[in-house]
């Protein structure tokens, strides 16, 4: 896509800090570093977010994801671990709207420039509300 920052990226018309590509799967530093290694992973082929990646395009990209997160894990030896993220429409925090996953490594337990709050929510749903969005979660898996 010819207005896409990613795309221009891959085709080499603006500078970015590739550590990985192959035919299908490009990789790169991203800008902001929200932590010292901070990668994203991208495919060559412009997809808006997960839901337009056909399972074989998921397949190929995910499949690299392993070996990246391991090298982005492994070139400090101070990271501990690693958030693997993909924020998916603006509602989800998706800002440029070329399909792409962050690899965040992490140095330590506390903020050290992104956190994630998970909120314990389960006694909002009854039991009924749970089984309701189970079987609608597995009837949309049937088409």
């Known amino acids: ?5 990613f795309c221009k990226i891959i085709d080499g ?5 590739k550590i990985y590509e192959d ?19 991208i495919s ?13 395009l998921a397949a190929t ?3 690299k994801i392993p070996k990246i997160a391991r090298a982005v894990k492994t070139f400090d030896p101070e990271v501990k671990g690693l958030n693997l993220l993909m924020n998916n429409e603006p509602i989800a925090s ?11 490594p992490r140095y330590s337990e506390h ?6 709050k998970w909120e314990e929510h389960s006694s909002d749903y009854s039991d009924q509300e749970l089984d309701d969005i189970q079987q ?8």
Do not use: W
Not at 1 to 5: G, N
Not at 44 to 56: A, G, L, P, Q, W
């Open 13 to 17: 018309e603006i500078p970015g800090r």
């Open 94 to 104: 998706q800002s440029v709207f070329h399909g792409h996953v962050h690899l965040l």
């Open 111 to 116: 903020n050290d420039g992104f956190g994630l």
């Open 23 to 41: 035919e299908d799967v490009f990789a790169f530093l991203d800008i902001s570093q929200v932590t010292k290694g901070h990668t994203l992973v």
């Open 44 to 56: 060559k082929e412009h997809v808006r977010n997960i839901f337009d990646y056909s399972d074989e």
């Open 61 to 63: 990209v995910f499949s």
């Open 1 to 5: 896509m010819s207005d896409c920052i």
């Open 136 to 143: 609608a979660v597995i009837k949309a898996l049937d088409n």
